[in-house]
């Protein structure tokens, strides 16, 4: 209880040391991974990759660039600031979702020139925009949510199907379905918090917490794989 109410009375300087661990990990996984695609040239990774970058983007513009501009180091402004983190948090999903489907989606023998522009993401782009128009224009969080919810949804059932089809004794697919999973119940907790809680601080250092986990596990099997592959 005492740990609770002092997370919640320093709540601005567990928002920047959660930001930062994020960030932190969010690089180690683009490193890492940005090395293991160099290794073995499977194409996915590079979407994989770039999810995990526009997640350190979209952390670092919501909470490490919100922090200074609260304390009017730079005036940005919450709405542009909202509306990158919206943007960024967003593609960071679809990118992940590309790396599970590319496969199905990308069938044309020669490779893009970039992972992160090419006509298929272009899609993605637009569709992303749309989603944190929608949020601006109607002031709420309510379909950054939806999309994201349907989205950890879809990928934990393609995650398990590959958990399933591909073997039980990969540990990597397993880890993946697991984050898959506890991504869709951050999401559906932060919701919860939004809509219905008012922004719980209970609720919403159970998510703090599940998130780092969730980044944690991926930087895990990350690092795994690239052991392996040696």
Known sequence: MYFLTWVIQNKELVKVVYALAIAIICAFIVIKTDRLFRISMYKGIRYFRNAFLFYGIAIIIRYIFGA?????????????????????????????????LWGKIDDSEEEPASSLFNSKISLFYAMAFIIVLLDYLWNSYYFLFSSQIILFLIMSIISFMNYVKKGKNSGFLKLYFIAMLSGFTAWMLNALASIWLRWNQGVLIVVYILNVAIFLLFLYGVIKATKRIK
């Open 68 to 100: 200074i501009s609260s304390y009017k180091f730079i005036d940005i402004g919450n709405a542009a600031i909202n509306f990158m983190f919206e943007y960024f948090m967003i593609m960071g999903g679809f990118f992940l979702l590309y790396s599970l």
